[in-house]
């Protein structure tokens, strides 16, 4: 057999592997709103499609399969907003692994949402599940179970990250690229290392990371406690 029929055989091996493997989706809750006032609204606007674009630029470093990127509930003006600020800072179309979706969130009903308030936790030594919500929340300051509260009125289980072994700052949500990078990196962990809380505790640290970088004058959350895990 030719190198060249090999490497073919070996593509469409991979291939077949990718389409048959379960789907991995990050859908983003645009259903929280935007304001109407001008300065306000456009502020949101910009804030949203700079979380989406940090995330999507830094997934895209990598090889790797990515996670399909769903942003849902969001009504059309904002939703042309949003997308024509993600393609200024893009400097080009958005990626094909993104896209909006007119879908009902109510109709998500084997997704998990993310909260930080949520009584049940995600499993550490789990793969996290392959479809979950992430509330499009950008305010700086903490509303206690406004995602939990959220995911209650449209009917879905919600759970929250398991950082009980990170010295997060109460006071300080964390950022929507953050959570988005966390839980990315996490299912790639648990594909190439195996599923077990290193998984979790390393996404975790590379997520904070990738904050610091973005956010320097900002490290409000610190490395794990290595020795409690």
Known sequence: MSDNQQEQDLAREFSKSVSLAPKKVLFCDAGYGFPVEARPRREKILAVAKQLVNFLCWQSQTQSVFAEVVVIGCD???????E???VELLKGDVPDNFRFSSQSLESLQDSIYLSPDAEETLDANTPPPDRLVVGLLIDRRIQLNRSKNRATKLGLPSA?????N???DDSEPLNVDTVLTAVQQWWWNCETMGASSECFLDSMEQAFQEHYLRHPNRPLHKEPNKSNS
């Open 76 to 82: 059309e003006a904002s939703q042309t907003a949003v």
């Open 84 to 86: 024509e600020r993600m």
């Open 160 to 164: 929250r990250l398991p950082l009980e």
């Open 166 to 168: 990170f010295n997060v």
